[in-house]
């Protein structure tokens, strides 16, 4: 879609803040009213649409496309969309550990360990870790209580949660970085352990590259949604 407006402003309603485009408000792709949680969020989305150019491009607008996935189609049924997260408790990334080299072994355990200690004094729970692929049972109160912390967070939350987990595998990462037990570049580096292994000793993939570029972009875009609703 070609663009249309000259000017994008986050302005001050009264049923909370939005974005208008030449004054005129602008509404979700299901044609709901784009309504924001907080001063900021609304200026960065307003920014987005300022740094349009010719044509709308959304892979260049992420903070709106949160926005308006929160409001689409996470806030009709939070509940149903915070189990399909909840969901990576059973077979979290940071609990299935190599079986050799001794060397991978040792940097999964210096990068997973921290965020299961963490998760374990956080929420009470113990984590049942594996060496290999082969699926394991983890305690049942385990992911019943991981599951809780994210079913008690709300639609816009859940936005900022979602490409967090599934960009890294891992719930146990998620929520300690949105949590505040690690910052961004922390929690990044630790869901790379295994693809920053395969690169040191078979080199860099050209697609693996790009495909990599673009899942980091997601999870910085997670990562800044979360900021800005919980700045103010």
């Known amino acids: 879609m070609k663009r249309f ?5 986050a302005v001050r309603g009264p049923g909370g803040w939005g974005v208008t485009l030449d004054r005129r408000p602008v509404n979700t792709p299901g044609r709901a009213p784009l309504k924001l949680p907080g001063q900021a969020l609304a200026h960065a989305v307003a920014e987005e649409w300022n740094g349009v150019g010719d044509t709308i491009d959304p892979r260049a607008m992420p903070l ?64 049942q870790v594996t060496q290999g692929v082969m699926h394991v049972d983890q305690p049942p109160v385990t992911v019943i209580r991981l599951g809780a912390a994210v079913v008690a967070m709300d639609a816009f939350h859940l936005a900022a949660l979602s490409p967090l987990v599934t960009t890294t595998g891992s719930l ?5 970085l949105a949590e505040g037990g690690a910052d961004p570049d ?13 690169e040191e000793r078979w080199g860099k993939d050209e697609q693996a590259q790009q495909a990599r570029a673009a899942r980091r972009a997601d999870f910085d875009a997670g990562v800044r949604f979360l900021q800005l609703i919980r700045s103010e």
């Not at 407006?5 to 402003?9: K, L, M, P």
């Not at 146990?172 to 300690?176: F, H, P, S, Y």
């Open 5 to 9: 407006w000259t000017r994008a402003d």
């Open 64 to 127: 709106t496309g949160l926005a308006n996935a929160a409001i689409d189609r996470i806030a009709p049924n939070a509940e149903q969309f915070a189990a399909g997260l909840a969901a990576y408790a059973a077979s979290d990334l940071v609990c299935y550990r190599a079986t050799d080299p001794a060397a991978l072994i040792d940097r999964q355990e210096e990068a997973w360990d921290p965020p299961l200690a963490w998760a374990q004094a956080q929420y009470d729970v113990r984590f």
């Open 172 to 176: 146990v990462l998620a929520l300690w």
């Open 186 to 198: 922390t929690v990044w580096s630790a869901a790379m352990v295994d693809e920053d292994w395969q």
